[in-house]
């Protein structure tokens, strides 16, 4: 018996194998461009960081400078997910590193922020590790923070 069904195992798993090489080829260009989307906004807003660059203006107007760099201006974003500050809410497992998120931050009176997803810190407590800039007249750099992102209300990124 073994020496049938072993055989017929591993023609189905070769087989299986082909058909998502396959779809991975077919769709290969697609995958490609969203992560280059991704990568030249994480790229561009690590090399403001870096430059410890002062935009005038809040978060939104630092998120904005780091996309358009990118070659994102406005027309070339999509929203993922759009909510209010009192909810729905999004789900958090549809996050990618380089979305430009709208959260509650809890760690600042409950105020609403954005900020870039980087990856996470802490899943299970829906901590984050984000690229925040904290606007308000400060005369302070983006930098990489931890946050508490439960309440995420809308989800922007980069579209190809």
């Known amino acids: 018996m073994f020496r049938i069904v072993a055989p ?9 194998h082909l058909e998502a090489s396959d779809t991975l080829r077919r769709y290969q260009p697609y995958i490609t461009s969203a992560e280059a989307g991704a990568k030249k906004v ?3 807003a ?24 990118a070659g994102f201006p406005r027309g070339k974003r999509s929203v993922v997910f759009a909510g209010t500050k009192k909810g729905p809410y999004a789900r958090l497992s549809h996050l990618r590193p380089g979305d430009w998120i709208y959260h509650i931050n809890h760690s600042y009176g409950g105020i609403e922020h954005s900020g870039m997803f980087i990856r996470w810190y802490d899943r299970g407590r829906n901590r984050a ?30 579209k190809e």
């Open 129 to 158: 590790l984000m690229l925040s800039y904290g606007g308000e007249g400060r005369r302070q750099p983006g930098r990489y923070r931890v946050y508490d992102i439960t309440h995420t209300y809308r989800i922007i990124r980069p």
């Open 46 to 69: 690590r090399s403001m960081v870096r430059k410890r660059e002062i935009i005038r203006g809040s978060c939104w107007n630092w998120l904005d400078t780091a996309y358009r760099r």
């Open 42 to 44: 994480l790229r561009t």
């Open 8 to 16: 017929l195992l591993l023609l189905l798993l070769a087989a299986s």
